[in-house]
Nanobody, 124 residues
C-alpha cells in the first residue's frame, strides 16, 4: 500500500525557489502515477503536476508550466516538485497523491492515496 508524506514547504519571497518531496514509505510493488495538487485558502483543490511511474510522461497546469518541474527517483521512493520563480499566487497547501495507473491524470478523484500536505507561502 502507498503511504505518502510531503516535505520541503516553507516561507519564501516572490521569485524564490523551493523543492517539495513526496516519499512513499509503504511496501509498494506495483507501478503508480504520482500527482501534486494544491489548495489555496478559500479555493478548491487544484491540479499542479503529475508524472507516471517511468517518468516518461508528465503534465502540468498552465499556471506553473515552465516554472515547476516534477520528477521521480523510484530507487528512493520519492517524487519531487521543483518550484522556481514562485509567485504569491502559488501560496497553498501542497499535497502529493498516487494511484495505480500507467498514465497521468489531472483529476483529484483519480487518486486514492494522499499525503497530509505541506504549506508553501510566497511573500510579495
Amino acid at each position: 500500500q502507498v503511504r505518502l508524506a510531503e516535505s520541503g514547504g516553507g516561507l519564501v519571497q516572490a521569485g524564490g525557489s523551493l523543492r517539495l518531496s513526496c516519499v512513499d514509505s509503504g511496501r509498494t510493488v506495483r507501478p503508480y502515477t504520482t500527482g501534486w495538487f494544491r489548495r489555496a485558502p478559500g479555493k478548491e483543490r487544484e491540479f499542479v503536476a503529475a508524472i507516471n511511474w517511468s517518468g516518461t510522461n508528465t503534465d502540468y497546469t498552465d499556471s506553473v508550466r515552465g516554472r515547476f518541474t516534477i520528477s521521480r527517483d523510484n530507487a528512493k521512493n520519492t517524487v519531487y516538485l521543483q518550484m522556481t520563480s514562485l509567485e504569491p499566487e502559488d501560496t497553498a497547501v501542497y499535497y502529493c497523491a498516487a494511484d495505480y495507473t500507467m498514465g497521468v491524470d489531472t483529476t483529484p478523484k483519480a487518486y486514492h492515496y494522499w499525503g497530509q500536505g505541506t504549506q508553501v507561502t510566497v511573500s510579495s
